[in-house]
């Protein structure tokens, strides 16, 4: 029992940067890493105990309403880990610990618990129950068992209603409740049998370098460089298996829940007798709770989760993957910003256990970590057996009409692929039908009303949309200045090149896939079921096909239009395109077939693609370092960037300007800070609301963290004006 003169610190579900004390009730246990239901102002609400503490300065301390959980929710290690992340993040710890958990148990409902029953040795004389055979059946099913049996494996088995036969069987001794457990709700899936591989001497290298590092005591995480299609997952598999069968439990990060399907076959193929699951944004919030409770309670075995999955406890963690380590997706940008692959190498550090980072294009910042030796860096540089890497083609378009889209070299690309019965994919990262609609006769474009963004035609809901706001309005068929009736669109979406290949190729299937043709639970699964099929035939896609999905059948990739990527002023827009051309190129050719790749650029001499294409990946990867390092920019320095917004420019200019003349007063010689801004974003206006940012430049993380934790301090007496909103980004990814 907790000591009454003891003090429960407490984390509460509200947008607080301190934790709150309270007493406990007398009497009662509140354990570490428990809901608690506290009074908070005139309300009351959620908190999770983080600390029992013996003393505090607060005076009149008021005393908490109610336990919700007997049981902690989280471990030691995850409140560490979510304290350290409100922390680096800087946001409040009430909010990140709420958020770790499934949107069913933020609140103060109890965890869903399951009756075990079992034979009570005392049992009458089981004739008695002769005349009643259904009793009788479902007693002998509860005999028959080697352990205590559950409500839903019985009622399973039992195949009929069961609960009153329980409670009579329960009255008259047969048996009793021996426990009251979550039980976690698994269904075993078909599971295909597995082609026995033998390994490729690079693959067999790799495994044996992981297994070295995971003896030692503070293994370093792994960057496991490997093309698309050379046998990575393979290396997971195997790298795991030793681990899976000490009972260990995997965790596997992946930036979208588009590649799991797959991802999720080959780990049940590989371990048929263990209990894989996925956790992601598309499963409803009871699958969601099951999942989070049953990987909570070590009933299962390997997690395959989007980033949010990287916070789930997990109480016999023995391994972290992480996939595709360079996408973008991994990070969280919505109010707690955080990147998951951040927080996956701090969990693996904590527990002192290997995390492997994979990727075909690694990020600039794990590929400089493991050049100044802070990661094992791991090679795999071909693909097993047969498979060949695609041959890319630059397709000079500077003479094509840019309402064509499609060059007729690529036309004809894409027919004599067809005609070997093969699968061809065009890439084009811009759904709708036209990005622009306008009037030949005045030079109106149709420009959402709350951003400066034009709005994106869409053809088969005869809708003009928003990408940024998501507002949308029904199409006039007429100018709104001039009255003009010949309005008029202007450049490609996929729903138009998908209308023009109908035409060329009437008698060939065209699956589209973008998020206009997957919003429907299943449909994605359903689509690519049918290109699994390998039937010839014309994928139209956005970078929702780039990266992950593995078409054997597939042999030509055409890339449409990524010029505007070449002159971004994103100090990131190289190692971006560079991973986006290398990620779907990879879809070519993973089969017996060789690939192509066709790119279609009015920049055909452009430096980049020389680098690229003559001298590889990490070409670019060390010219790019190269220049941030004189620039000082990341991984050379540590950012942060402020955002602002408010009903007017100016005000978020004003707040900035204030917020920076604050942190230049922090400011000691040795430790350098650079601020860039305030200026306005470069989306100067979303949603009815000017942005604006101030970008801060620290040498070490320390000093940033510094800097933000004064500033914070500080920042509630300043005033703001215009509804303004503010936020801050730790190591920032997006600049827009
Ligand atoms: P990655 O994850 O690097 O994209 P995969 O693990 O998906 O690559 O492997 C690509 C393909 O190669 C898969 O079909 C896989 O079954 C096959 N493969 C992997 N390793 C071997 C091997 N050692 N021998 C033969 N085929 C292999
Ligand atoms: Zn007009
Ligand atoms: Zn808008």
Redesign the pocket.
Known sequence: MTDPSHILRIAVARPLYQLLDYLPIPNTNAKLGARVCVPLGFSQCTGIVIHIIEKTDIANLKQIIHLVDQEPLFDQTSLQLLRWASQYYHHPIGEVMIKALPVLLRGQRQVPKTFFWQVNPQHPDATSLNRAPKQKALFTLISEQTAAIDFHTLRQQFQSNINSLLTLLEKKGFIYKASNQFVFQYQAPKILPR?K????DE?QTCLNAIEDNKQTTQPKPILLH?????????VYCRAIAPLIKKNQQILIIVPEIGLTPQLQQRFEQFFPEYKVALMHSKLNDSERMNAWLGTYSGQLDILIGTRSAVFTPMPRLGMIIVDEEHDSSLKQYEKFTYHARDIAIKRAYDLKISIILGS?TPSLESFHNSEIGRYHYLR?SK???T?QSPKVLIQDIRALDPDVGIAPQLLKGISNHLAENSQVMLFLNRRGFAPTLYCPNCGWHAQCPHCDNNMTYHASSQQLLCHRCDNFKAVNSYCPDCKHSQITTQGQGTERIEQKLQRYFPKTTIIRIDRDTTSRKGELKQKLAEVHRGDPCILIGTQMLAKGH?FPNLTLVGILDIDHSLFSTDFRAWERLSQLIIQVSGRAG?AEKKGTVILQTTEPEHPFFHLLLSSGYLAVARYSLEERKNWHFPPYSQQALIRASATQMEYALEFLDKLKVILQSYQKEEEALELLGAAPSPIEKRAKRYRAQLLMNTKTRSHRHYYINRLLGDIASISKKGQLRWSIDIDPMDYA
């Open positions: 082609q591989l033998q390994l490729t693959q490997g093309i698309t299609g050379s046998g990575k997952t393979e075909a795999l693909r097993p057996s498979h593995d993973r």
